[in-house]
């Protein structure tokens, strides 16, 4: 879709009076994004694998909302004031305070913070358990940020075990996933010298945990526009700014559920892994798995609220394992729910969500041999990306809840 017509003021985008709508598809994605290619909007979600349920969501500046409103299409508003609502989420949080040992306090997930907070937060925590971990860099993003994060490990010590391998924040507006993954952290490193679940899993796998591998586009979210996808790669031969990073891996690369277009949110860019921080991925992951090997792969994302299996890049074929990963993901959504109610659905991806080629899970399966990728999508279908800071801490308790269910069944 074309570029929105989003103002801008004293260099950060504003969107006063932008409002977002949540569109019935009609189980036709391809003519409503046609129907609306014309429009300067944004385009938020769209989720055209669940039958009669499908929907778009998009956000529409004031001078468009007649034209949509026009239309005739069936359409909620889920929300009137986006501008107000990205005002909800709350300044950047002052950095927490750091108990006898060294480990920021719980506080830490009160609030969003800035990324260079989320550097410091990564060091504290791996500084507090020293013994048992170090900090890792796999690459560089496009505008020369360390790709970093921590690397945990057991009494084996480590590179002993196989790989359980995290990252989050790969779209940059999608703020929850960094802050649940490092609650992932907080958990692990707190609870491994009392808690039985946490010693056994991290006894059993060596843990590899990349907050945040789209620096470049997480500062851009967080400084000029809160709702920046992609990477913020130039190119030659075109204005455009930024690719897809979860459209880039080279399994499925060039398929249906991306694009050729430089503007467009799904932009793939020209070759597989010509992004510095895709290409920076696969070469770790194709690391760990000469090593001792990838037991699990989640890339977490928001906010349709569904565990993602292989495939994305096709819905014809399956993993091997494919009963297995979704008795798993079933076992794993029921845990998620018991804290909030909170609902998952779980599926090949091509199926419960859309067709997406070129995706991490998809590269971690065919690839790096890895048994389970998945692709995780927290909350929350109500308030889209934009998600007050009140809901991180729930969000990140029932994440937790599922993770404790997955690897004492793995």
Not at 266 to 290: K, V
Not at 370 to 392: H, K, M, N
Request: with cysteine; net charge negative.
């Amino acid at each position: 879709m074309k570029p929105s017509s989003i103002l801008s003021i004293c260099g950060r985008i504003s969107f006063d009076g932008y409002k977002v709508y949540r569109i019935d598809t009609n189980n036709d994605i391809a003519s409503l994004e046609s129907a609306l290619e014309a429009l300067p909007i944004v385009q938020l979600a769209r989720d055209h694998g669940r039958g009669e349920h499908s929907a778009l969501d998009i956000a529409v500046p004031p001078e468009h909302r007649a034209a949509i409103e026009s239309l005739n299409l069936t359409m909620t508003v889920l929300s009137e004031d986006l501008a107000g609502d990205i005002a909800a989420e709350g300044l950047p949080g002052d950095y927490p305070v750091l108990d006898g040992n060294g480990i920021p306090a719980i506080s830490w997930f009160d609030s969003y913070h800035a990324y260079e907070d989320h550097v410091r937060y990564w060091a504290d925590l791996q500084a507090a358990f020293a013994n048992n971990s170090e900090l890792i860099q796999v690459g560089f993003s496009f505008e020369g940020r360390p790709i970093q994060g921590i690397h945990l490990w057991g009494k084996s010590g480590k590179n002993s075990k196989p790989a359980i391998f995290f990252n989050g924040n790969v779209h940059a507006r999608e703020w929850i996933t960094s802050k649940v993954v490092e609650y992932l952290l907080y958990q692990i490193i707190t609870g491994y010298p009392t808690e039985t679940a946490v010693r056994e899993v991290l006894d059993g796998y060596d843990f590899y945990v990349l907050p945040v591998v789209n620096p470049d586009g997480f500062v851009y979210s967080q400084t000029e526009n809160r709702l920046w996808r992609k990477n913020r790669q130039r190119r030659q031969n075109t204005t455009a700014i930024g690719t897809d990073i979860n459209r880039n891996w080279s399994v499925g690369f060039g398929g249906d559920g991306s694009s050729s277009n430089p503007g467009s949110e799904t932009f793939r860019g020209y070759q597989p892994g010509d992004t510095p921080e895709c290409a920076a991925l696969m070469d770790f992951a194709q690391a760990l798995s000469a090593d001792k090997g990838i037991k699990l792969y989640i890339d977490w994302h928001s906010y349709a609220q569904v565990i993602l299996l292989s495939y994305g890049y096709t819905c014809d074929a399956f993993p091997p394992n494919i009963d297995r990963q979704i008795g798993l993901a079933a076992g794993t959504a029921a845990r998620i729910a018991q804290p909030y109610n909170t609902t998952f659905d779980y599926g090949p991806g091509c199926l419960v969500l859309y067709q997406s080629s070129g995706n991490g899970r998809d590269y971690m399966t065919d690839a790096a041999g890895t048994e389970f990728a998945w692709g995780v999508e927290l909350r929350s279908t109500s308030y889209g990306f934009v998600l007050p800071a009140d809901q991180i801490l729930p969000s990140s308790i029932e994440v937790w809840e599922g993770m404790l269910y997955l690897w004492a069944n793995l």
